[in-house]
């Protein structure tokens, strides 16, 4: 799935909960219906919320690269 190329990146390491899903959403809606998203996060709290809470509003995450201290990850807007 590294194929997959982003329309956008978004660096939100050392944002905290739940601002980094507040900025998230603010940029996804900014965005067009299928367009990639590139989120960097932190581990531990960022991770384990924001992923969750874009798919509870319906967007797809398609790909995740574990980066040590942080994560990337793909979202496409839905």
Do not use: W, Y
Request: glycine share 8%.
């Amino acid at each position: 799935m590294s194929d997959i190329n982003a329309d956008d990146e978004l660096d939100l390491r050392g944002v905290l909960c739940p601002i980094n899903f507040v900025k998230t959403k603010l940029k996804l809606e900014s965005m067009g219906e299928g367009q990639v998203l590139e989120l960097v996060l932190d581990s531990g709290e960022p991770m384990q919320n924001v992923p969750k809470s874009l798919k509870d509003e319906g967007h797809k995450i398609v790909e995740v690269k574990n980066e040590g201290d942080h994560f990337r990850l793909k979202v496409v807007r839905s």
